[in-house]
């Protein structure tokens, strides 16, 4: 089944302890992407790749970073997690390849608490 | 840059009545457009999308939306509420550069359906 999977679902943590949210997808796609979702603002971009060790900065990229070494996979860091990134947090992908249209696909959400 | 606009944060509609959901976008080229579905705890899934062709577009369960280039907006309709409709909706833009192009999404509008 084509899917897209983040780890964890729920994590409760406190200011300053660094964590990671883990995203896979099995695909085969060149883009990934990271989202968080806040109450009233929509859903906005943290970072996206287009492809293996190719990473940019989306709309709200302060406070995380990310890796591509592996084109499957696409995980977020927050080395020093602040309260103001309590969040839901979704990782998305799509294919670039050809003419397709490369509508995203979506995790099934992070939802992240940072005490 | 692109941006998404979705009237009404909250729309409550009884079931059976139609839905209708807003979404204009601002774009200096001809988009692809999308609506995407949030059920509760639950990532986003592709309701429908405009490429190129038919201009009326149908999706998943029940829904179509329209592009309306003149006035620049895509509009998610269906013409009798169920109560499984109640969700979260967004509207989203993205160029028709299949790369390098983002997605920028609304707001999101929380459809209720009243028994």
């Known amino acids: 089944e084509a899917q897209v999977t983040q780890n964890p679902r729920y994590l409760i943590t406190v200011t300053g302890k660094k964590l990671t949210v883990t995203c896979s997808q099995n695909m085969n796609h060149e883009y990934m992407s990271w989202y968080r979702q806040d109450p009233g603002l929509g859903l906005r971009q943290i970072y996206y790749?287009?492809?293996?060790?190719?990473?940019d900065k989306g709309d709200v990229p302060e406070g995380y970073k990310v890796s591509r070494k592996e084109k499957r996979n696409f995980p977020l860091i927050l080395e020093s997690p602040s309260p103001n990134q309590t969040s839901l947090y979704f990782c998305a992908s799509r294919g670039l390849a050809g003419t397709g249209t490369g509508e995203l696909f979506f995790g099934e959400g992070s939802r992240l608490t940072v005490l | 840059a692109q941006s998404v606009t979705q009237l009404g944060s909250h729309v409550s509609v009884s079931e059976g009545a139609l839905v209708l959901l807003r979404c204009n976008y601002s774009?200096?080229?001809?988009?692809?457009l999308f609506w995407y579905v949030q059920y509760p705890n639950q990532g986003l899934q592709l309701l429908l999308k405009?490429?190129?062709?038919?201009?009326l577009v149908k999706g998943i369960n029940g829904f179509e939306a329209e592009f309306k280039k003149s006035e620049t907006s895509f509009h998610l309709t269906k013409p009798s509420a169920h109560m499984s409709d109640a969700a979260e909706y967004f509207c989203?833009?993205?160029?028709?550069?299949?790369?390098?192009?983002?997605?920028?999404f609304g707001t999101g509008t929380s459809l209720t359906v009243i028994p």
């Open positions: 774009s200096s080229v001809p988009p692809y």
């Open positions: 405009y490429t190129t062709g038919a201009t």
């Open positions: 790749s287009m492809n293996v060790e190719v990473t």
């Open positions: 989203a833009v993205r160029g028709a550069t299949n790369t390098g192009n983002q997605f920028y």
